[in-house]
Protein backbone atom coordinates (compact mmCIF):
# COMPACT_ATOMS: atom_id res chain seq x y z
CA UNK A 1 0.00 0.00 0.00
CA UNK A 2 3.10 2.06 0.69
CA UNK A 3 4.52 1.45 -2.33
CA UNK A 4 1.00 2.56 -4.12
CA UNK A 5 0.40 5.36 -2.62
CA UNK A 6 3.89 6.79 -2.81
CA UNK A 7 3.50 6.50 -6.75
CA UNK A 8 -0.22 8.49 -6.83
CA UNK A 9 1.50 10.63 -5.08
CA UNK A 10 4.72 11.59 -7.41
CA UNK A 11 1.93 11.13 -10.10
CA UNK A 12 0.25 14.06 -8.54
CA UNK A 13 3.09 16.13 -7.98
CA UNK A 14 4.32 15.49 -11.89
CA UNK A 15 1.09 17.10 -12.57
CA UNK A 16 0.93 19.70 -10.64
CA UNK A 17 4.59 20.76 -12.52
CA UNK A 18 2.93 20.41 -16.10
CA UNK A 19 -0.30 22.17 -14.91
CA UNK A 20 2.27 25.44 -14.25
CA UNK A 21 4.68 24.27 -17.13
CA UNK A 22 2.86 22.72 -19.85
CA UNK A 23 6.41 22.48 -21.49
CA UNK A 24 8.10 20.55 -18.22
CA UNK A 25 10.64 18.07 -18.58
CA UNK A 26 8.72 15.60 -15.88
CA UNK A 27 6.69 14.84 -18.99
CA UNK A 28 8.05 11.63 -19.61
CA UNK A 29 8.76 10.49 -16.31
CA UNK A 30 5.18 10.80 -15.93
CA UNK A 31 4.29 8.74 -18.97
CA UNK A 32 6.19 5.95 -17.66
CA UNK A 33 5.13 6.50 -14.02
CA UNK A 34 1.59 6.84 -15.22
CA UNK A 35 2.25 3.40 -18.28
CA UNK A 36 2.97 1.25 -14.51
CA UNK A 37 0.21 2.66 -13.07
CA UNK A 38 -2.13 1.48 -16.02
CA UNK A 39 -3.09 4.95 -16.97
CA UNK A 40 -2.19 4.48 -20.64
CA UNK A 41 -3.83 6.92 -22.34
CA UNK A 42 -2.56 9.50 -19.64
CA UNK A 43 0.97 8.26 -20.62
CA UNK A 44 0.87 8.81 -24.27
CA UNK A 45 -1.60 11.85 -24.17
CA UNK A 46 -0.52 14.41 -26.65
CA UNK A 47 1.63 11.95 -29.20
CA UNK A 48 0.63 10.65 -31.95
CA UNK A 49 2.21 7.40 -31.63
CA UNK A 50 4.17 6.49 -28.50
CA UNK A 51 6.93 3.42 -28.43
CA UNK A 52 8.84 2.61 -25.04
CA UNK A 53 10.73 -0.71 -24.62
CA UNK A 54 9.72 -2.65 -27.41
CA UNK A 55 10.94 -3.82 -31.04
CA UNK A 56 10.35 -4.86 -34.25
CA UNK A 57 8.10 -2.10 -34.83
CA UNK A 58 6.68 -2.01 -38.52
CA UNK A 59 4.62 1.31 -39.78
CA UNK A 60 3.53 1.61 -42.84
CA UNK A 61 1.17 3.95 -45.14
CA UNK A 62 0.21 6.39 -42.41
CA UNK A 63 -0.76 9.50 -42.25
CA UNK A 64 0.00 11.95 -39.01
CA UNK A 65 -1.35 15.37 -38.15
CA UNK A 66 -1.12 18.11 -35.51
CA UNK A 67 0.40 16.45 -32.44
CA UNK A 68 0.89 18.37 -29.21
CA UNK A 69 4.43 17.07 -28.36
CA UNK A 70 5.13 14.83 -31.09
CA UNK A 71 3.56 12.52 -34.15
CA UNK A 72 5.86 9.69 -33.13
CA UNK A 73 7.64 9.21 -29.38
CA UNK A 74 10.38 6.77 -28.79
CA UNK A 75 12.05 5.60 -26.06
CA UNK A 76 14.07 2.13 -26.23
CA UNK A 77 13.01 1.18 -29.68
CA UNK A 78 14.96 -1.55 -31.60
CA UNK A 79 14.12 -2.92 -35.21
CA UNK A 80 11.53 0.04 -36.10
CA UNK A 81 10.43 0.40 -39.55
CA UNK A 82 8.27 3.71 -41.00
CA UNK A 83 7.21 3.24 -44.86
CA UNK A 84 5.54 5.10 -47.25
CA UNK A 85 3.51 7.87 -44.54
CA UNK A 86 3.67 11.29 -44.32
CA UNK A 87 3.60 13.25 -41.37
CA UNK A 88 2.12 16.75 -42.07
CA UNK A 89 0.70 19.77 -39.63
CA UNK A 90 2.64 20.98 -36.52
CA UNK A 91 4.32 18.73 -34.54
CA UNK A 92 4.98 19.87 -30.96
CA UNK A 93 4.68 23.30 -29.21
CA UNK A 94 7.75 23.44 -27.25
CA UNK A 95 10.96 23.97 -28.82
CA UNK A 96 12.80 23.68 -25.08
CA UNK A 97 11.59 19.89 -24.64
CA UNK A 98 12.11 17.02 -27.44
CA UNK A 99 9.20 17.25 -29.49
CA UNK A 100 8.25 17.03 -33.15
CA UNK A 101 7.79 14.96 -35.79
CA UNK A 102 9.85 12.14 -35.07
CA UNK A 103 11.17 12.14 -31.70
CA UNK A 104 13.79 9.06 -30.33
CA UNK A 105 15.62 9.67 -26.96
CA UNK A 106 16.22 12.47 -25.08
CA UNK A 107 19.87 14.11 -23.48
CA UNK A 108 17.87 15.20 -20.31
CA UNK A 109 16.82 13.26 -18.63
CA UNK A 110 19.38 10.80 -20.65
CA UNK A 111 17.59 8.15 -22.67
CA UNK A 112 18.24 6.32 -25.90
CA UNK A 113 15.71 6.35 -28.80
CA UNK A 114 16.94 3.78 -30.22
CA UNK A 115 18.14 0.68 -28.51
CA UNK A 116 19.85 -1.35 -31.41
CA UNK A 117 18.94 -3.25 -34.10
CA UNK A 118 18.62 -2.23 -37.57
CA UNK A 119 15.89 0.61 -38.06
CA UNK A 120 14.84 2.29 -41.64
CA UNK A 121 12.93 5.26 -41.97
CA UNK A 122 12.10 5.10 -45.74
CA UNK A 123 9.88 6.99 -48.49
CA UNK A 124 8.02 9.45 -45.90
CA UNK A 125 7.35 12.88 -46.26
CA UNK A 126 8.24 14.51 -42.92
CA UNK A 127 7.72 18.00 -41.97
CA UNK A 128 5.98 20.44 -39.62
CA UNK A 129 8.09 20.17 -36.52
CA UNK A 130 8.41 22.63 -33.34
CA UNK A 131 12.43 22.55 -33.88
CA UNK A 132 14.18 19.02 -35.36
CA UNK A 133 11.50 17.53 -37.63
CA UNK A 134 13.23 13.97 -37.03
CA UNK A 135 15.90 13.82 -33.97
CA UNK A 136 17.47 10.53 -32.46
CA UNK A 137 19.26 10.44 -29.22
CA UNK A 138 21.48 8.17 -27.32
CA UNK A 139 22.28 9.34 -23.76
CA UNK A 140 22.99 5.76 -21.84
CA UNK A 141 24.44 2.74 -21.76
CA UNK A 142 23.38 0.62 -24.87
CA UNK A 143 23.93 -1.66 -27.76
CA UNK A 144 25.09 -0.99 -31.03
CA UNK A 145 22.48 -0.14 -33.63
CA UNK A 146 21.95 0.94 -37.31
CA UNK A 147 19.58 3.68 -38.59
CA UNK A 148 18.68 4.21 -42.46
CA UNK A 149 17.18 7.34 -44.01
CA UNK A 150 16.36 6.93 -47.48
CA UNK A 151 13.78 8.86 -50.62
CA UNK A 152 12.11 10.72 -48.00
CA UNK A 153 11.50 14.09 -47.83
CA UNK A 154 12.30 16.39 -45.25
CA UNK A 155 10.96 19.65 -45.29
CA UNK A 156 9.76 23.33 -43.21
CA UNK A 157 9.63 22.70 -40.12
CA UNK A 158 8.69 25.72 -37.56
CA UNK A 159 9.69 29.51 -39.41
CA UNK A 160 9.63 30.58 -35.30
CA UNK A 161 11.83 28.11 -33.82
CA UNK A 162 12.82 25.29 -36.30
CA UNK A 163 16.17 23.83 -36.53
CA UNK A 164 17.84 20.65 -37.94
CA UNK A 165 15.87 18.76 -40.83
CA UNK A 166 17.51 15.65 -38.97
CA UNK A 167 19.58 15.73 -35.40
CA UNK A 168 21.45 12.52 -34.80
CA UNK A 169 23.53 13.12 -30.81
CA UNK A 170 25.54 10.67 -29.27
CA UNK A 171 26.83 11.15 -25.40
CA UNK A 172 26.55 11.20 -21.59
CA UNK A 173 27.00 7.77 -21.00
CA UNK A 174 26.58 5.96 -24.25
CA UNK A 175 29.67 4.32 -25.76
CA UNK A 176 28.39 2.29 -28.43
CA UNK A 177 28.45 2.85 -32.24
CA UNK A 178 25.70 4.01 -34.40
CA UNK A 179 26.09 3.52 -37.87
CA UNK A 180 23.87 5.97 -40.22
CA UNK A 181 22.89 5.97 -43.44
CA UNK A 182 21.30 9.40 -45.23
CA UNK A 183 20.48 8.69 -48.85
CA UNK A 184 18.30 10.02 -51.77
CA UNK A 185 16.41 12.28 -49.68
CA UNK A 186 15.33 16.01 -49.89
CA UNK A 187 15.83 18.82 -47.68
CA UNK A 188 13.85 21.96 -48.06
CA UNK A 189 12.96 24.73 -45.93
CA UNK A 190 14.68 23.26 -42.73
CA UNK A 191 15.77 26.51 -40.75
CA UNK A 192 19.06 25.36 -39.61
CA UNK A 193 21.53 22.49 -40.95
CA UNK A 194 19.43 19.54 -43.19
CA UNK A 195 21.68 17.11 -41.13
CA UNK A 196 23.32 17.44 -37.72
CA UNK A 197 25.09 14.78 -36.44
CA UNK A 198 27.64 15.04 -33.23
CA UNK A 199 29.54 12.05 -30.69
CA UNK A 200 30.34 13.33 -28.04
CA UNK A 201 32.23 11.47 -24.88
CA UNK A 202 33.08 7.87 -25.93
CA UNK A 203 30.38 7.07 -28.67
CA UNK A 204 31.13 6.43 -32.13
CA UNK A 205 29.29 7.83 -35.37
CA UNK A 206 29.33 6.41 -38.64
CA UNK A 207 27.72 7.94 -41.10
CA UNK A 208 27.01 8.33 -44.84
CA UNK A 209 25.33 10.57 -46.41
CA UNK A 210 24.86 11.04 -49.99
CA UNK A 211 22.87 11.22 -53.33
CA UNK A 212 20.53 14.01 -51.51
CA UNK A 213 19.09 17.37 -52.50
CA UNK A 214 19.10 20.59 -50.41
CA UNK A 215 16.92 23.62 -50.76
CA UNK A 216 16.17 26.59 -49.18
Known amino acids: EKAAWAMTSK ?24 AEHGDTDGAVAGNGIYLENTSN ?8 NDFQNSA ?25 ATE ?16 GGTNLVDGCVVRGAVEHNMEFY ?12 SNS ?13 IQIELGGGYAGTATVNVQNCSFDDNKSQPVQATALVSSTLDITIDWNTVAK
Do not use: C, H, W
Not at 73 to 82: E, M, Y
Open 11 to 34: IEIYREVLRDDPNSRVFFPLARLL
Open 57 to 64: VLLQRMQL
Open 72 to 96: IRGLGVSGFTLQYSTINGVSGNSSA
Open 100 to 115: GAVTFGTVIPGANGLS
Open 138 to 149: SYVAGSNYTLTI
Open 153 to 165: DVKANSAAFGGDG
